[in-house]
C-alpha cells in the first residue's frame, strides 16, 4: 500500500539518529568494527558486502535503536520507522523488486543479532512480505505452484510462532494431521492444494491465539517482526543467560533484514554451513554440509539427511570453485576459521553469514600452528588463539571420536546442553543422590541426573563420575560444584523431561530409566545413551600441541613448576614441561597403605621415644621416595613441604569409634578390642579441635613434636646424600607450612640447621640445600620482609590464604553458602578456584613488596590450586611471581596461561 | 692481716675500671639515677646517703663488675679486688673500725641487689668479719658476752648456709638439739655457753660438709661472700625467674657490702620495716612492725612476734619522731610511698634501705589521689600511678579482710605464691583434672592444686573455680590458661609440697587432703585452710576511684562503650562510667531457657515459612529486650550485631545424639524418641562443619535465611519506635558480622532498607537508625574503602580477626600450642589477650586508614576482648579508634588505661 507508506515518509526529519546501517550493490554502511552497534551478524554482513562478496542486500537496525525502544516505553524512537522506509526503497530498488508487489514482490528475512551470540534470542523469520497477492506473483514468477504454497505455509507458521508467540505444537498438529489425512510420508510428499488447505489453516490458528486475522500488509509484518526481534531481547532465556554469563543488560539486539533468497527453487538451488577448516580436527579442508532444494532451517531441523559439502564439488561444480575460493577470501580477511552459511539460488551463491568457527582443543590447536606456517598470523597471535583450559582438555581422558561417530549413527544421541565442566563420564543414570550414594557403595558409576541441584545433593555428587542437569547455566550449583569436585557435567540440557517419581527422564521417544547406562561428555556438552568407552591421550603424541608449548616457553617469563608427591608424578610432570616441584605433600607419603599403620602407631605412642620408634620406620620409606624424586628431577629443584595436616586426618577410619564403644558397652561386648577402641577414642578426644583448619598443624605440628621434624630432614638430606653418591643432582628446598610469626621461624632453621650439620657429619658429606616457607597465613603476609631475613624462599599457599582471608572454610563452604554467593552473583566466582585479586591478591602484593625489600631477589611460587587457573596465572605474571605450581596435568595450561600474560603485559606497557 | 692486705694493694694500677662505689661520711659516688650500675638496693642507699639521711657506710660494687667476672671464667676482674680493699680502708676510716681487727672489729653485712628486686638471689649475710679474735674483742666492748656468742653463732650458720651452701636443716638440726639438751624453749633461752658449743658444733659441720675449716680470715670471707653473690646470679630459681618475666641475664646483680649496726644490743637497740602510708589502704600513716633487741632476721624469721610502729613512740620517742621525719622526707625526696628498712643501735637511727613500696590496689588508688592534694604530684602522675588491671580487682569479689585477717590469726594462711590471675576462690582441694570434673559433677566447688599443669589437664582447669600450683612463673601453662579463662590463681607456691600418690600437699605440718576447703586469693598470691567468705564490691562507694575516673575521662580522647546483651548489664555499664553500647549479641539473646526450645523449633524447621513461625514467637522477646536497653542507654548509641554463630551451636545438647541413637538401635529401643533423634541426627549433619568459625554463620546466616534478618530488624526498629512513643531517646546502631565482600553489603543494607520501610509505614512513624559492619575478617580490611561507601559505622572484631590473621583457632589453640608458644617465648604474649600489633594491629591500621580515606568522619570502634586490656587500648588510641567496647567491669579500667595511652601520647609529641 504505498498510499501509507508515502505518509509515513512525511515525518522524516532530518535531525533524527540514524538508526539503519544499508548494504546493498555491493556497498555497506557498516563494517567489522561496528560489531556493538550492529551485532555479529550485522558487522559481518556488512564486511562481507564491502569484500565484494555475493550478499543479499538489506539493512541493520543498530543495538542503539533497540535501547531506544525500550527507554521510550517500547516505542519506536522518532526517525527509526522512517529510516526503515528508506533503507527498504533502496534494497527493493538494488533488486529490483518491491515488498507487496503483487507482480515481483521483495520477500526479506529478519534476524536478531547481539554484539555476541546469546541463546534465547529471536530466530529467523524467512519470506517476509508474503500475502495472498505476493504468493500468487511468486508462484507466477517461479512457475513452481508447490514452492510458491510452502513458502506461504512455512512463513505463517514460523510469523505465528515466532513473532506471535504462539505454540509451535498448534501449527505441528495440522500439519501432522494434514500427512496424515492426505498420506503423506513427509512434508515434501504434501501436494500444492494440501499445502494451500494447510495456510488458510494456519490463518485460522493465528486468528484464534491472537484473536485477530493474520496481518496481510507487509510492511505491519516487518514492524510487528522488528518489535518481536526487540522484544526477544528481555526474554525469559535471553535474560537467565546474560546472568550466568554476566553479560550487561543495555547492550542491545540489532536487527537484520534482508532480501530473501531462495534454495529451494530446484535443483540448481540449495543451502548450506560450512566451515574453513574441519573444526574438530583443524584440517585445512571445507567441512560442512549442505541440501539441494532446501531452505535453511531443513538443515537445522534435521528432517532431510544433508550432503557432505565436498559432494558440491560434483552436484554444482562452478558454484563450489565459487564457494572455496570465497572461504578462503574470508579466512585470509578474518585471519581466522570461519563458519559460514549460504544458500544458492538458481546457480547463484549468496553468503549469508560469516563468523569465527568455534572448534574443539585439537583443532584450536592445529589451526594456530598452521596458520603460523602460512604466515596468516604470527606466533604470539598463534599464542592467544588457544584457550588454555582447551589444553588440558587434550590431556583428560576423553570420549573415542569413532565410537561418538558409531553411536551417533546409532541413534544413540541424546541431547545437547552446557558443557559445565570438562571430561568424559559414564555410568548408570540415577535420579536422586541417596541412591547414587547406595549405588557407589555397590561399585557401580553413577551419573546423578537431576532437573538441577541443590544443597542437599552434595553427597550424590561426590558420589557420582558425572554430574547431568537438565537446567541452570555455567554458573549454577551443578555446574560450580562439578568444577569445584573435578566431575564431567553437563548442565541446562532443556530438552530433558525428567519424571523424578517414576525415576526416568525421557528425550523424545528415547527414555532411560534408573541404572540405565548413559555417556555425557563434559567438554562438549553432550549425552549419549549406553557407554562410550574412553581413551586417555598421550602427551607424547601431541606434536601440534608440543610445538604451541614450545614457543610459550620462550615467550612466557614466569616459570611452570609443578605440584608432585610421588616419583610417577615428577616423571610425568616432567615430560609435560616442569621446571622444578614446587610442592611435594610429604603426607601424601604418609597415607600410602603400608605407612600409614606406622603413622597411627607414631600417633598413638604415649611419648617422644614411642613416637620415634614409629618414626624410625618411616624414615626408610620417605627417604627412597625423595631420592626417586630427586632422580627424575635431576638438576632442578624439588620444594618439600614439611607435613602439615592435623594429626587426626590420620585416624580418619575411627571416626565414628565413640559410637562403636557406646554399642559395645550397650550390647555387653568387652574385652580387648573395646580396650583398643577406648585409647583411640581417648587420643581422639585428646586431637579433637572445633576448627581443626586453625590448629595444630603445619610448623606448630612440628615445633610441639620436634622428633617429627628430625625424621623429615634426615630422609630429605638423607636422600640428597645419597643422590651425590650416585651422581644425581639433587637440588632440595626445605619448606616450612603455616609459619605466622618470627619465634616459629627462628626455631625451626635453628633445628633444621642443628640436624642438617648431623647428618653432614654423621655421613661424612655435605649437600647444599635452601630454607623457605609457606606464605599461607595472613600474618606472614605482613612480616614477610622480617620473614625474608631467614627465608631464602617463599610459596603462597593461596588455598589456605584464600580460607582466612576471606573466613571461608573451604571444605564446608561449597555446601553451605558458597555456590549460592556465586549463584546469586554475591561473590563473582568461586575464590577457591579463581584467585580474589582484591583480597587474597592484595594481601600478595603486600608479601612480595615486603619479601623482596629485604631481599630484592627472593624466590617466590604460588603452589595453591590457583597456580593451575589462567586467569590467575595472568596475576601471578602481573605481581611478579617466580613461577607458579600447578598439579601434574594443568602444567601444560600455565604454560601458556603465562605466555598470553606476558603477551598482555607487552600489550599493556605498549599503551 | 694487714701483710696480706698490703701485699695485694701493690698490684693497684690506675688503669683499671671503676667497680666499686663508696658512701660514707654523708657523701655517696652514687645515685638513684645509676640503679643499672648499681641495682635497686645500692642506688637507693647512695641517694639516702647523699639526702644526708643515717646510712651505715659501705660500698656497691657494680653490676658490670659481676658480667665481667662471668666473663672471664668466674675471676674477679683486674682492679676489682683492690678497688674492694680501698674502699674498705675508707669504710674503716669512717667507722674507726677495722675489718678483723682484734680490738675494735669492723662487721659488714653483703647483700645482692640487681636493677630489679628478684627472687633466688643471694640473702643477706650479716655480721661478716667474725672469728674467734673479733668476737672477743665484740664481747669486751659490748661487755655483752651472750650478745657476742649469739652473734658468731648466727655468722657461722648464716655463712654456711648461704655463701658455702650447706643445707639449713644441718645447722637448725644442732640448734635444736642444743635447745632441747639445755632446756631452752626458744635461742633467746640459750646460754652463752650453749651458743659458744653451739659455735664449735657449726664449724665442724662446715667441716665436714665443704671438707675445709670455717674461713677465720675476715678478707677471705669477704671474697668468698662476694663471689657466692655473683654466682646467685645463674642460680637456678633466680635463672627461671628471669625467664618467666622476660627479664635479660646480661644485667648482673651489684654487691652491697655495708657496716652493721646491731639491733640487737639492748633495751636501746632494735630492727624495723615501715610503709611510709599504709600499703593496703593507703591511709597517711606509718605502718610497719619493730622488735627491740633483735636483728633483721628476726623480724623476717617470725620467731618473735614484732610490735607495731606506733608503738615506737612510747617505747623510743625520740628515735620515732626522727624515724617520722625522715620517712617523709624520703617520701617527699621520691614523690612516692617509701618502703623502709631501720635498725636502731643503741639509741641511734640508722637507715638500711628505701624503696617504692608495694601497694593493694585500694591504696595505689587513695594514695595518688591524696598526693594530688597535697601537690606532691599532679593528675597526669596520679593517672599513671595507677595499674589500670588494679581498677578491675577493686570491682572483682575478694576476701573479706576482717576474714583474712582473722584466718592468719587462727594459723589457717597456708603459703604465698605469684599472684598469676586475679580474684579470690574457694572450694575443695583435688589433684588431677578427672576428679575435679567428677567433683564438679555433684556440684561441688573445686580448686584444682597440680605441681604444675599441662594441656592434659585442661578439661581439669574448666571445672575449677581456681587453680593452684607448686611450679611455673605468670607465664606458665597454669597461669596463661587460668588468665584466658578468667580463673583465678596462684602459681609458683614453691612451699607446697604435693603427694600426688596419696591425693594430699603439705606445707610444714598443715596437711591438706582432697576434699578439704582451701581458699586462693589470685590477686595477693595468698592460700588459705577452709573457707574464706568473699564480698561484692560496691562501685558507687569507691569515692577515690570514681574521682580519680573522672579525671581520667577529661584527660582521654578515646570514648569507652561496653558489651552488653541484656539491659541489666546495660544499667551496670552505665553506672561504670560506659558511654555506649559497642556490642550487643543478639544471639545471647537467643540462649535464655524460654526461648532456646523455640531457637530450636526454627532450627529444624523444614523450610522459610516454618522458620517464620518460630521467628514470630521470638520477636516480642528481643524486642522487649531492645525497648529496655534503649532505656537504660537512654541517648546514647546502642550497637546491636545481628545473629552470628553457627546454627548447630544452638543444639548443643543434641552433641551425643548419633551415640545415643545407635545405642537405642543396638538395644532395640524404638518409636517417636527415636524417630525425633534420628530427625535431629540429620539436621545437624546438614549443619556440621570442619571449621564451623570459618563456615555459615554472621552475616552468612542472614543472606541463607533472610527470614531471621528481618525479623531482627523489626524487633530493633520496632522497639526504637516504642522508646519514642514513650519518650525515650533509642539511637540503635545495626551492625553486621563476618562481612568480607561487598556484595554482601550491598544486599543486607537493601534488606534493611526494605524491612526497615515496611516496619515505618505500617506504625505510620520513622525512627533514625545507623547501619554500619564489624571488620572481622582480613578481607574486610582490605576493602575498608568501598566497605565505608555503605557502612556508616566499623567495629573491629579482634578476636576473629586475631583467628583469620594469625590463622590460630581460639577454641582449640589454648590446649593444644598456643600456651606452649607463650610459654617457650614463641610469641611475647597471648594474642587473645595482648593484641598482636604486628599482625592484626597492622591489618587494623590499613582498615582505618582506608576506610577514612572514603568517609573521613568514619566511627570506628572495637568489640573484641582486647578492648579490656590495657595495653591493647593503648594501641587502639595510637591508631585513633573512636572507642573501645570492653566488657561491663573492663569499663573503669579501660577509662583510666584510654588516660595513660593519652597522656604517653603526648609524651611521645613532646620528645
Redesign the interface.
Known sequence: MPARRRATRKKTTAKAKKWVYLFAGGKAEGSAKMRSLLGGKGAGIAEMTNAGLPVPPGFTITTEACNAYFASGKRFPPGLWEQVEQALARVEKSTGKKLGDPRNPLLVSVRSGAAMSMPGMMDTVLNLGLNDESRAALEKLTKNPRFAWDAYRRFVSMFGRIVQDIPAEKFDHALEAKKKATGAKSDTDLTPKALQELVAEFKEIVRRETKQPFPTEPLDQLRLAIEAVFGSWFGRRAVDYRNAFKIAHDLGTAVNVQSMVFGNMGDDSGTGVAFTRNPNTGARELYGEYLVNAQGEDVVAGIRTPSKIAQMKDELPKVYTQFEKIAQRLEKHYRDVQDLEFTIERGKLFMLQTRSAKRTARAAVKVAIDMVREKLINRDEALLRVDPMHVEQLLLPRFDEVEVENARKAGRFLAKGLNASPGAATGRAVFDADRAVELKGSKQLVVLVRPETSP?DFHGMIAATGILTARGGSTSHAAVVARGLGLPCVAGVAALDIDLAKRQMRVGDKVVREGDAISIDGTTGEVFLGELPTIQPNFREEKELIELLVWADQRRTLGVWVNADTPEECRLARELGAEGVGLARTEHMFRQAERLPIVQDMIMADDAPGRKIALAKLLPFQQGDFLQMYEAMNGLSVVIRLIDPPLHEFLREYA?V??DI??MR??GTDGAELERKEKIERRLQ?LH????????RGC?LL??YPEILEMQIRAILGAAIDAAEKGIKAKPEIMMP?V??M??LD?LQQQVVAVAEAIFKERGRKVPYKFGTMI????AC??ADEIATKAEFFSFGTN?LT???????R???QK??LT??VE????PADPFQVL?R???G??MRIAIERGRKTRPDLKIGICGEHGGDPSSIAFCHEVGLTYVSPSTYRVPVARLAAAQAAIAGAGEKDR
Open positions: 542437599d565414628d565413640d559410637v557406646a554399642v550397650a550390647t585428646q579441635e572445633d576448627n581443626p583448619m586453625l590448629g595444630l606448630r615445633l610441639v603455616l605466622g610469626v619465634g616459629e626455631r599461607e597465613i595472613p600474618r605482613l612480616i589456605d580460607q582466612t582471608i576471606l573466613g571461608i572454610s571444605d564446608d563452604a553451605s553458602f549460592k554467593y546469586q552473583k554475591i561473590i580474589d582484591d583480597g587474597v592484595a594481601m
